[in-house]
């Protein structure tokens, strides 16, 4: 069965620094992987998913993640934290069924 | 455009009260439609997925029913509701097949039960 991990339940950075969410998964064939972003009290939203094209994945608000097979990680970054990215972030893996992460909180501070 | 609606968005039940809550997409036919909970710090647990109309499986044995009386909705209903069933309820489709496509969600129905 596949599974992911998230390290780090809550993540806090500086605006304009470096934004980096670890991910791990564990699966026996080769996965699609996903990062969804949730604002307070409302639903989950794509950010970016890898299906096996090219390793390093563009989203949207200017995140990104690369699939690195050796390490089972699947990390998502931003080069820059605006204060608008503050919310919480769910990495998922998908072979059956789509499986969560159990989330980061990140905050940015001004 | 395809769109998914869930309502309602905030429940407050007394234990052993009835519940129903009801999720519709539209825009789109024969979607895959799923039942998710979110409870603090727990991400998501998948409750019910269905492929089709009548078609239901259930990951989790729990004290939740779902019914997909119509292509595009799903419902989410309980008998009796415990403390332990609150939580943010989440409805999701998808147009691939399981698996392989994104999951889009709705806006979430916070439940609370007292």
């Known amino acids: 069965a596949q599974s992911v991990t998230q390290l780090g339940s809550h993540v806090s950075v500086s605006e304009g620094a470096l934004v980096l969410l670890r991910c791990n998964y564990s699966?026996?064939?080769?996965?699609?992987l996903f990062w969804y972003v949730q604002y307070p009290n409302q639903g989950l939203q794509l950010l970016l998913k890898?299906?096996?094209?090219?390793?390093l994945v563009k989203g949207i608000n200017g995140f990104e993640a690369e699939f690195k097979k050796s390490e089972t990680s699947f990390h998502l970054t931003k080069p820059s934290a605006h204060m608008s990215d503050a919310a919480e972030y769910f990495c998922?893996?998908?072979?059956?069924?789509?499986?969560f992460g159990a989330g980061t909180r990140l905050t940015v501070k001004p | 455009s395809q769109t998914i609606h869930q309502w309602p968005a905030t429940l407050v039940q007394p234990v052993g009260s009835p519940l129903s809550l009801e999720c519709t997409v539209e825009?789109?036919?024969?979607?895959?439609l799923y039942w998710y909970r979110q409870a603090a710090g727990r991400g998501l647990q998948l409750l019910f997925y269905?492929?089709?109309?009548?078609?239901i499986s259930s990951e989790v044995p729990q004290n939740l029913s779902a019914s997909r009386p119509q292509d595009r909705q799903f419902i989410l209903s309980s008998k009796k509701l415990l403390l332990s069933d609150s939580g943010f309820y989440l409805c999701?489709?998808?147009?691939?097949?399981?698996?392989?496509?994104?999951?889009?969600f709705g806006e979430g129905s916070r439940l609370t039960v007292l």
């Open positions: 999701a489709w998808s147009v691939e097949g399981r698996g392989t496509g994104e999951l889009f």
């Open positions: 699966s026996s064939v080769p996965p699609y």
């Open positions: 890898y299906t096996s094209a090219a390793t």
């Open positions: 998922a893996v998908s072979v059956t069924d789509m499986r």
């Open positions: 825009g789109t036919s024969n979607p895959n």
């Open positions: 269905s492929v089709g109309i009548g078609q």
